[in-house]
Nanobody, 121 residues
Framework: QVLLVESGGGLVQPGGSLRLSCTAS????????IGWFRQAPGKEREGVAC????????SYANSVKGRFTISRSKVENVVYLQMNNLKPEDTAVYHC??????????????WGQGTQVTVSS
């Protein structure tokens, strides 16, 4: 059973935008904390954005603040990551993930297979 399914990745030019979507099902749909992390070849995993459903509070990595926005549909168990002004260093596989607890801590324990984002001219 696939619990977190990401979509929306692709190839975009620097300065462009993409919106990623993540559909949660099963127990992940009940998770209070959901977010995105990314993994680039040869680099450590980086938490990008996180949202707590308790109060819709959000947190972002410094590298994406002001450019990325995480949001959710309260009806459809879908979480979005709007990415604007993309840079080549944003190239990575982006994973949707959930964690236990009520507020973002970066301790994800379930994640999807990911969607590739490539920023290149």
């Amino acid at each position: 059973q696939v619990l977190l399914v990401e979509s929306g990745g692709g190839l975009v030019q620097p300065g462009g935008s993409l919106r990623l979507s993540c559909t949660a099902s099963g127990f992940t749909a009940d998770a209070e904390v959901i977010g995105w992390f990314r993994q680039a070849p040869g680099k450590e995993r980086e938490g990008v954005a996180c949202l707590s459903k308790v109060d819709d509070s959000t947190s972002y990595a410094n590298s994406v603040k002001g450019r990325f926005t995480i949001s959710r549909s309260k009806v459809e168990n879908v979480v979005y990551l709007q990415m604007n002004n993309l840079k080549p260093e944003d190239t990575a596989v982006y994973h949707c993930a959930t964690e236990r607890g009520y507020y973002c801590s970066g301790e994800y324990d379930t994640w999807g297979q990911g969607t590739q984002v490539t920023v290149s001219s």
